[in-house]
């Protein structure tokens, strides 16, 4: 979205000529039913076909999950399943909106996030406890060395089938939500759900089978051996699947950048983020038997947690760069009419936009500032679609996605226009005299 440019980038598309009288005749011959769609759809053959998949997709999802947790019920017994369910309850919301605040800036929308980490919690670990298990079983089976069995198992199969099963998730959102995936942050945002997902399932089998052991020999409180299995998987790491994850995610992201032409990137960048996420999940669930007793807390201290602190701040740095291209962009549609002088100042600042949409709301109630966060959001859109169309990698239907979503501008600007004015004057973001007269009914300073 804001990363490099390509060594010749192509020039910038001229903006749209933005005369009221002209653009307001224009969009009212879009229907009425599709004003407040981003995007239309397009005929009712196609809404059928996309209706039917997603019906699909829910109902395998959902037999997964039947299967899934009816596995892992077997496995711990009902009472264990219910401990297990709650306490890995417990670090999902946490995770689910560190990773939400990362997508603040262009925030995709909750239905792929929720089929992520659907995908996570059922389908991708369905396949691997079944995957795994048949895989220890027949190492086992050859060897006739069952120990030996269950450490490659552990430090090379799971790596490999898990992984793989979480990247299919990304991959489906990749291939049939592209104009959601649009970078970095997206890759690393449907990664950490998928992975929270998946870490959910895992954590109730873990720990409902820790609580059926400590049922068996009779220890309970801090000495047992559920709450040594809470502090290492939930207290300590609960961030491991997701960082593994990650590394996949980001591969997508950087491939989503690349133009049409870039397809050995396209290709190799995901298949190698896929590759490190192994490598880093075997080192991971080897440590112990790799480097001793204590490889575990060697290798949690000395490479998870830095790689988790770099991770995190190319995530932060990359979301910081999005919020610099909308200050790049913008300021062409501004020029040209579209927005006031300055709203690409106001959006390009989280502080200003929140405090926008505090402002309509307080002048017009949460309809207004619903309003207001829907323009933030397509104007956002609007400024990587062009950041994109300068690298050349926006695609053929540049020029209609633009008019759509100078659409949906067009429809919000006599609420949004006025608070984003008022929130970037109010930030220091621009200086402007204060208004003394009403700006269509509506005057910010007045509170």
Known sequence: MSESSPQHPAPHPAVPAYEQQQVAELFAAVPERARWRYKPRRAARLWHSRAVRAGVLITLLALSGLVILALVREQTGTQGFLVGLG??????????????????????????????????????????????????????????????????????????????????????????????FTGIVDGVVVAGFTATGFAFTENILYLGTAFGEDQEIGTSGIASVTAATFFVRVVMSPFAHPLFTVLTGIGFGIAALATRRQRIRRIALPLLGLALAMGMHALWNGSSSLFGPWG?????????????????????????????????????????????????HALSSMRARTMARDVARRAHGPAAAHAVSEYQRFATSLAFL?????????????????????????????????????????????????PYRDYGGYNPYRR
Do not use: C
């Open 296 to 344: 575990f807390y060697a290798v949690y201290g000395a490479f998870m947690v830095p790689v988790f602190g770099l991770l995190t701040w190319l995530t932060v740095w990359t979301r910081q760069r999005e919020l610099r291209t909308i200050s790049t962009e913008l300021p062409a549609y501004a020029d040209a009419g579209w927005l006031a002088a300055a709203e690409p």
């Open 87 to 180: 306490l890995a309850t417990l670090p999902v919301p946490l995770l689910a909106a560190a990773f939400r605040w990362l997508d603040r800036v262009e925030p995709g929308p909750w239905r792929n996030l929720l089929f992520a980490f659907a995908w996570g919690a059922f389908a991708a670990a369905l396949v691997a406890i079944i995957a795994n298990s048949f895989a220890t079983r027949w190492i086992a089976t050859a060897t006739a060395d069952p120990a030996s069995a269950d450490t490659l198992g552990a430090t090379v199969i799971a790596p490999i089938v898990e992984e793989s099963a979480k990247a299919a998730a990304i991959l489906l959102i990749f291939i049939f939500r592209r104009r959601d």
């Open 386 to 434: 062009r950041h994109r169309a300068h690298r050349g990698a926006a695609g053929a239907d540049f020029a209609e996605r633009e008019r759509e979503l100078l659409h949906h501008l067009w429809q919000r600007k006599d609420v949004a226009g006025p608070a984003l004015t008022y929130a970037a004057r109010a930030t220091g973001r621009v200086w402007t005299p204060p």
